[in-house]
């Protein structure tokens, strides 16, 4: 992998998954990843595996529900969905990930004094 | 986590990977590659699995957190015990053999006297005596027996029980049947109204109006009657009379009066002053032992205005069924074997306090170390309690299994007259008593290191390297204990064995190992005085005829049986009062009955031919001890005349002065026994048949087949060794010396190991202090003289609690002894001496090693 791909930080697989979901469909976690990869374009590093705490831990605070379906390719997967708690907490990750990004944007780029 | 709720998690897992797999197959790479690659991708299964099981464990709560906090413990505990194997491996047996030998013994004290008798209402049942104006508890006669079952009010269901013994003929064969002969009210009385087959007989079928009815018992029924269904209403021949079998009592039915058959008693006897019944009642609604006996003593009064001739001054005793079943002895007995495994138990825990404490000494830096890294003394506390509580646990569970063990051992041990001894098991009850005990045994001797570690936290790390003084006086405390109970238990195993020893040494009077006992009962009702006299001296020259016997002679008792016939006497021209005569027991004997039982003659004569005769002059034969009893000087004995009873006057004349005969039990002292003519009265006759020296017992059937040539219609119920008669008289001293040996041993073994113990940890701790010592030229004999002077002090302080521990508890011991007891003194000093000799020799081990301390590597230890 090359160094300058971006690594997710924690918190972050939280949100971004949450959005994959936004759509209002259900996706079982290697389509969740493969979308994402697709979204960013190849840019995003995820150690696969991480993802699976994220979606568990989301679905025990009640923002995902989940249930277990026959794939297109006829296997058993767990498929995850975004319930009414889960898209207003969407609504606020993006709120705090736009304080955050015009913070962090602030920074890189300081303003003339 | 369910394994469910695991196997979905590895479910998810999986197929992520496979879907991975299968993307990069699809992209063209080799198949194994693909897997290999898919997992590297999805990163650290393992971790990923553990967060996700993290992630689905419920929330905890409190209950739960301790869960896990005694699940650290014990498993820290566990730890810390495989780390010192040696020390678990002392300590858990030490508690399984006293916590073993103590369910063991609580199991068969439960069976024999704490457990409830099996009948209704057990606890109210009482055995009705009459009470003699000298305080002597007798049977009841038949017409009181009528009066008081309708006069005192407050026993219900009295009942009277006397036994016979009748002849069945089975197959051709006579077969002795012991026949209860009761009241109707037995059967209510005892719960054996729930017959297998018909009923029970009542009160109005008994008594006055008994009709010949039987109630046969399920054994009985099943055995000798082949189990017939149909058996009620047919008739069962006993001693030649028909009786009508009106039930089958219930299967397993075990009543304290118990028979083979139970008949209804004949009441015909008007005679106040005939007491042979016995009477069993119960306390009747509100009534207690007290109040009705004062209802029963009040009736008794009645009688005595009524019958002054029979009946003035005589009282009652009423006693509980149980108290009368075991006796007070066997009671008293149970409750000293109880207290000395208790001792036992105590000094377990003593012994394995010792090890913790010294451990804690040990540990001191452990101790100090974790609570400097902040572990609160309540944390340590709660860990040492666990660690004491793993070990009382695993020495329940081994003792548990030792008393399984114990337990059938010690039955086939015990008396095998001791009621209900065959029900004595290691119950769900004797198994929680057990668990009790450990549970407090671990409280016990887990709080020693707790006081420890609390006072050690104080003291801080300095004092670490060094035993502290609290906990050497402690342990140095404890030995003494354990010491002052080996004492004491020893004590009471060496007064149990001497007076056991004087028992083996008693000498019966007769060749035990070459006579044969053969008991004949020639009842009243089908032999007349003469048909029996006839009998009897065809059963003696026919038994005499058989191959190898020198002497057959009978006598009116079984010997060693616990029977006995006796009498006040008194000499004629020596007035005597009701106190001071002599009270003697007799034996009605056959003419050749003193050679048969290899008395030796001393004075006068033996009986002769006779003397048998009718109308022939009383005559009698006493022994020593009773010659010497009345007259002081034996030989002046013959020719002088003693008569029945202290006012007497029917005089018989001495004949003859025999050696000492013990038939009855073997207590020590010889009875003061005499002998008179049989005369063809009594039912038994009891043969002795004695063999040559050196020529085989016959069997027993050939005796068998002899008596049936004189007598088809006889019973011949046993035929027995008379050495093995004697045997089972000493079962029960026999018993108890052999428990309280087994005691005194464990005990003496577990203070030996440790003293042994103390000694050496001692040294180990002054190995520095020693090695000053000899450094600045102390000799090394001064050095073992420093240590075996504790050692001694230890001993002596434990014996002196020891030797009065003993000597309060000294006369509890009396119930377990027979026969006259001296002095105690020689015991206490014997067990003294060997206690103390024992704990020195376990000193002297470490303390020579000690004084091989080089001094260079003693300073530089620390």
Known sequence: ?113 | MDRLRRKRLDDEIRHHIEERAARLVAEGMDAGEALREAERAFGDVGAVRAELEQIEEPPRGALALLFDRVRTDLAFAGRQLRRAPGFAAVAILTLGLGIGSATAIFGLVKAVVLDPLPYPQADRIVVFNQETPDGLRFSVSEPDFRDFRSRVRSVELLTAVSRADLTYIEDGRPVNVVAMQVTGSFFPLFGGTATTLGRAFTDQESGERARKLVVVSHAFWAEDLGGDPDVVGTSLVLDDMPYEVVGVAPRGWAPPMAGDVWIPITFADPDRTDHNLDAVGRLAAGATLGSASADADAVAAELGREHPDTNGGWGTQLRPLKSAVLGPRRIQAAWVLLGAVGLLLLLACASVSNLLLARASGRGREMDLRGALGASRRRLVQQLLTESSVLASAGAVVGILFAYALLPGLQAMSPADTPRIGEASVDAVVVLAAAAAALLTGLVFGLAPVVHVLRGNRTSARSAGRVTGGSGRARAGLVAAQVAVSVTLLFGTGVLGASFLRLQRVDPGMDVDHTLVVPLMLSGDRYSVAERRVTVDALHARLASLPGVEAVGSSNIIPFSGANTAVDVNVEGQPTSPDAAPFAPWRAVSRTYLDAAGLELLHGRTFEAPDFDEGAADVVVVTRTLARQLFGDPASAVGRRIAFGWDGTNYRRIVGVVSDLEDRELAGAPPATFFMPAAGFMNWSVFLVRFRPGAPLVEASEVRRAVWDVDPNLPVPTVERLADRVGGSVTSPRFNVLVMGMLGIVALVLSVMAIYGLILFAVRQRTREIGVRLALGARASGVVALLLRRGLVITAAGTAVGALLSLGLSRYLDSLLFGEVGSRVPTLLAAAVVVTFTALAATWIPARRASRVDPREALGAE
Do not use: N
Request: charge should be positive; charged fraction near 30%.
């Open chain 1, 1 to 113: 992998m090359s160094d300058d791909t971006l690594t997710v930080l924690k918190g972050t697989l939280e949100f971004l998954t949450l959005r994959t979901l936004a759509g209002g469909g259900e996706m079982h976690g290697f389509q969740i990843l493969e979308w994402l990869h697709r979204a960013t374009r190849e840019e995003l590093q995820v150690e696969e595996g991480a993802l699976y705490p994220a979606l568990h831990r989301m679905e025990k605070r009640g923002w995902l529900a989940a249930r277990w379906a026959t794939s297109e390719r006829g296997r058993r997967a767990k498929y995850y969905r975004l319930t009414a708690a889960g898209r207003r907490a969407l609504a606020q990750e993006e709120e705090r990930w736009a304080r955050y990004v015009t913070a962090v944007a602030r920074i890189s780029r300081p303003q003339e004094a």
